[in-house]
């Protein structure tokens, strides 16, 4: 049985990531993927939230790739991380005012007139959802709801409130998304066919669920305060039993009116689609491009090679994809060894010193009933991150033959290597420091606790005399956080960089001081860096089209992954247009 970007939101379920991910008794599923090269790579959707806004109250509301040596075609592939570069006092002098830490989603009171109060419910609710008046919309502009566009892929920022034994209510953020269709195609909520659909008038009402948890939700508008965004209030059952209610804004996603297709002289030079399901990594080398990707309906994932030596012009030379082990995030090299990291089995190794044509070696089990996330390379060592379990660590004395050295437990999503220290994105056990000095005895150093957030993936360089990583979430509101960890046990926030809060980042690459961070709907952001305190956009570019085969309303579509190898191209692994090639800054 195939899975695809609709299963990546149940992937962090199983690990009780997010509120919207939910810790129900169902069948535990495969951890995520995600991709890049800063950090080990993984495949996105990485799906918790988005997928069932009613997890626990305890859940945590948000949830990768590689890093590291992105080596061009001709180079070699092993010449260490990309790592920044001292920008030197002239830009920036070291100082800084410390930011106070809130989370990814900060909350900003309610998001439209409608009236809900979760401490007066009616008992028969869930036999309701489908009702226009569920909710009071007395104080609403409902006249204005006749102006939403009836088409497009929307994503919803959810601001849930339960009641509390005190009388109180917590709120509960979270998000989900629909897909509306004026052609005679299926309208989705979750990606599943919706329940209802009343948009005649100054009436909007949708009801959908999602059938392995049994979640049923109703979204009513109650303004539409431009033809792409729309605010209300929503509710939610899960197997007849009320769960959460509260206010809602959506937007669609494509490109924003105001903000051009492309700036900065970031340029799109190529594109090619992959054989196999989505795609959500790549690695450059030997002047071929690996791009690997995730079962999706009824295609497998696998393994699409690309010769790159001209990279206006990609020629695909192969595809792979193993019966039963397909599921596939992350992908690294070194010497004439390929690295893949398996959601089925853990590490698979490939030979590629024939690059057009890789040979399967074996693969390297990492137990328990998940595999490997991502993968990272960093000298003579392979990094793979099993969220599951932990942080495994090969010697790769022989690359083609690599050697369990030790695991670091945890529940690691990504990770990157800088002067002797492992920086692990532990999902939602915040980011955390460990010292590589003695593999017999690593010990954390120091860790980063975000609220209610997910660490994802991130990458560190030295700035104006100190050591800064640039950390990234994941899920909606998620965004870039500049740390100051030269003192790893007094870690301070130093900047940030934010896009919509309806949209979720994903993996990121440093190079000198330029962070290109592929950000799924929001397409490919390049920042300046060299001052941390003030992250800076120089150039995008979007690359979302809602035209485009295999689309859903899925959080974890667009651009994936995203590698630099210093070649003079940026090299991208997008869900549905596969690899893309930009020029480098």
């Known amino acids: 049985m195939t899975r695809s970007l609709r299963t ?3 992937i962090l379920s199983t690990l009780c990531l997010s509120p919207l991910a939910g810790c129900d008794k169902d069948p535990p599923s495969p ?8 950090a080990g790579s993984d495949a996105g959707p990485d799906a918790g939230p988005h997928e069932d806004p009613d997890a626990g109250p305890d859940a945590g509301p948000n949830e990768g790739p590689d890093a590291g040596p992105d080596a061009g075609p001709n180079e070699n592939p092993d010449a260490g991380p990309d790592a920044g570069v001292d920008a030197g006092p002239y830009v920036w002098d070291g100082t800084y005012v410390p930011l106070e830490e809130h989370g990814d989603v900060e909350d900003k009171g309610i998001l439209a007139d409608c009236k809900f109060d979760p401490r007066n419910v009616s008992p028969t609710i869930c036999n309701e959802l489908d009702r226009a008046d569920l909710f ?34 917590r709120i509960v953020p979270s998000s989900t998304g629909f897909l509306l269709r004026d052609d005679g195609g299926t309208s989705t909520l979750y990606d599943q066919p919706i329940l209802k659909l009343d948009m005649e008038g100054d009436r909007f009402v949708l009801q959908g669920q999602l059938p392995r948890t049994g979640l049923v939700m109703n979204l009513t508008g109650c303004e539409a305060k431009a033809p792409n965004i729309l605010t209300g209030c929503f509710a939610s059952c899960r197997r007849g039993q009320f769960t959460q209610g509260g206010t809602f804004e959506a937007h669609r996603v494509v490109k924003q009116e105001a903000e051009p297709e492309s700036s900065g002289g970031l340029a799109l030079l190529s594109e090619h689609r992959v054989s196999t399901g989505l795609a959500v990594d790549i690695y450059v080398t030997k002047g071929h491009a690996y791009v690997v990707s995730m079962p999706h309906q009824d295609q497998l994932g696998g393994l699409t090679v690309f010769d790159v030596s001209n990279p ?8 792979i994809s193993l019966p039963g082990d397909n599921f596939w995030n ?5 010497d004439n060894a390929l690295y893949v990291a398996s959601n089925d089995s853990g590490v698979v190794v490939y030979d590629i010193s024939q690059p057009a044509e890789p040979l399967f070696v074996r693969s390297l089990s ?37 050697v369990l050295r030790t695991v670091i437990p945890g529940g690691p999503h990504d990770s990157f290597v800088y002067e002797g220290r492992l920086y692990i994105s532990d999902s939602s056990d915040g980011y955390a420091l460990f010292d590589l000095a003695n593999l017999d005895d690593i010990r954390e150093v120091g860790r980063y606790i975000i609220p209610n957030g997910f660490s994802h993936h991130n990458a560190v360089g030295t ?18 956080r500049a740390l100051d960890v030269t003192d790893p046990a007094n870690i301070v926030k130093i900047g940030t960089f934010k896009m919509r809060r309806v949209t979720s980042m994903h993996n990121l690459i440093l190079r000198g001081n330029l962070l290109y961070v592929a950000w799924y709907q929001e397409g490919l952001r390049v920042l300046d860096v060299s001052n941390p305190t003030q992250l800076r956009q120089v150039a995008h570019h979007h690359v979302f089209r809602e035209t485009d085969p295999l689309r859903g309303d899925s959080l974890f579509e667009g651009l994936f992954g995203v590698r630099v190898p210093g070649d003079g191209y940026v090299y991208t692994a997008e869900s549905s247009r596969g690899l893309m090639i930009f020029n480098e800054l």
């Open 330 to 334: 992350g992908v690294w090299a070194k």
């Open 8 to 10: 990546l939101g149940l």
């Open 136 to 169: 009071d919309l007395s104080q609403c502009e409902t006249q204005s709801l006749g102006a939403l566009v009836q088409e497009g892929i929307y994503q919803v920022e959810l601001r849930g409130e339960r009641a509390l034994p005190d009388g109180g209510t």
């Open 463 to 480: 700035f104006g005399g100190k050591t800064i990583a640039f950390e990234g979430g994941e899920f909606n509101a998620s965004h870039v």
């Open 31 to 38: 951890s995520t993927p995600d991709a890049g090269r800063d």
């Open 312 to 319: 206006r012009n990609p020629v695909r030379t192969a595809s």
């Open 366 to 402: 990492t137990g328990g009933d998940g595999g490997a996330h991502t993968v990272l390379v960093d000298g003579n060592f392979l990094y793979a991150m099993v969220p599951i379990s932990g942080t495994f660590i090969y010697d790769l004395t022989h690359p083609l033959d690599p």
